[in-house]
Each structure stands twice: as C-alpha cells, then as structure tokens.
C-alpha cells in the first residue's frame, strides 16, 4: 500500500517570505501526486498535480511543485506568500484497487502567514 | 454551476443515535467517495462507490453504512455502532473517464455527538 509523509505539522512563516512545504511518498509504480488546500472549515480545493511530462509543476495561487522520483518527493513552494495562504495543505498520492482511484493523503501541513 | 453539496454543514447527536449525511453532486461522475477528517490525521476514506448500486468498503467502514440508489446521491449514515463520530467529513466525486483525474470535494459536514 502507498503512503505519503508530510514532515512538518505546522510551518510558520513572514509575509512576503518564501515557503516550502515537504512531502514523502512511498510507492514502486508510477504515480500521480497531488496537493490540495484546505481553508477553514471548508472543502479541498486542487493547488496542482503531477501525472507526468514535466517534473516541475505550477499550479494556482503562485504555488508550484517538484516531482523528484529518485527521492520519492513532491514539495510544494511559494516564492512570496501572502496573508491569504493560511491554510492547511494537503499532498496525496493516487492509486488504483479494482479499478478504482483511490486517494492516500498526508497528514497535512498547516501553514501560518504572520504579518 | 457544477459541483458538490454536502448537508448539513453542522449536525449534532446524541450518543446511541443514528444520523444520516448527504451528498449530492451534478457533475455527471461515476465514483463518489467518503472521508473521515480528525485533527493531524489527514483524511482517511470510510466508503466509495464506482457505480450506481455498487460501493466498497474503505479503510475505516466499522460503524458507517452507505447507498447508492441514483447517480448523484451517496449519503453516508453514522450508526450508533461508530465508537468516536465526532469528525469532519467530506464527500468528494471522480471522473473515470476525466484525463485529468482529479477528485473533486464538497464542503464538508462537521458532526458533533454531545
């Protein structure tokens, strides 16, 4: 079964100031990584994927993330965050059982923006 | 607008009741799944179903139970046999067909047994 690590429970960080935030999975097959975003008290909204093709992916709201297969990662960065990116942040990896996708997630990052 | 609705968004119970979570969606999916959200532990699935009258079980399904009678409806019910309900749960829907492959979430319900 796959896994997927995300290393820091919280990250605090200044306005304007860049931000990187890790996640680890575990799989010998190919696969199709995620991160979503999660605002207070709300559904998940998709920031990017990656299925294939390049390993450096943009999603919205100025984030982007780096496939790194030898190193099983995918961190998600922000060159310059803002007030509005306090949220909690989500990476996920896809996998298929009978047919079916299935989605196996971290355990989240919150992240906080201080002015 | 396409999309997902979840109802209630709060719902409150007492210990020993049954309650029952909704799940709606217009986007024409085939699969629809439920999740379970507990502080610090990511989401974890309870149900899925790929196709009408057809669902599986998840990693946690002990004291939850499901249907799937139309294409747009997957309510989730919460049995008096779910030890700790006390949870956020999110519904969410996904394209089989979609290249895309991304699953799509509603609002979420947050259930408070007292």
């Known amino acids: 079964a796959q896994s997927v690590t995300q290393l820091d429970s919280q990250v605090p960080v200044f306005e304007e100031a860049p931000v990187e935030l890790r996640c680890n999975y575990s799989s010998s097959v190919s696969v199709y990584l995620f991160w979503y975003v999660q605002y207070p008290n709300q559904g998940l909204q998709l920031l990017l994927k990656?299925?294939?093709?390049?390993?450096l992916v943009k999603g919205i709201n100025g984030f982007e993330a780096e496939f790194n297969k030898s190193q099983t990662s995918f961190h998600l960065r922000k060159p310059s965050v803002h007030i509005s990116d306090t949220a909690e942040y989500f990476c996920?990896?896809?996998?298929?059982?009978?047919?079916?996708?299935?989605?196996?997630f971290g355990q989240g990052t919150r992240l906080t923006i201080n002015p | 607008d396409g999309g997902i609705t979840q109802s209630p968004k709060y719902l409150f119970r007492k210990e020993g009741q049954n309650v029952t979570l909704s799940c709606e969606q217009n986007?024409?999916?085939?699969?629809m799944y439920w999740y379970r959200q507990d502080p610090g532990q990511g989401l974890r699935l309870i149900y899925y179903s790929q196709i009408v009258n057809d669902f599986q079980k998840g990693d946690i399904a002990e004291g939850y139970s499901v249907s799937r009678e139309k294409k747009e409806s997957f309510p989730l019910t919460v049995t008096s046999a779910q030890k700790n309900p006390t949870a956020f749960y999110l519904c969410?829907?996904?394209?089989?067909?979609?290249?895309?492959?991304?699953?799509?979430f509603g609002p979420g319900t947050r259930l408070t047994v007292l």
């Open positions: 986007l024409n999916h085939d699969a």
């Open positions: 990656y299925l294939s093709g390049s390993t």
């Open positions: 996920a990896v896809s996998e298929v059982y009978k047919g079916a996708q299935k989605l196996v």
């Open positions: 969410a829907s996904f394209n089989p067909g979609s290249p895309y492959n991304e699953q799509f």
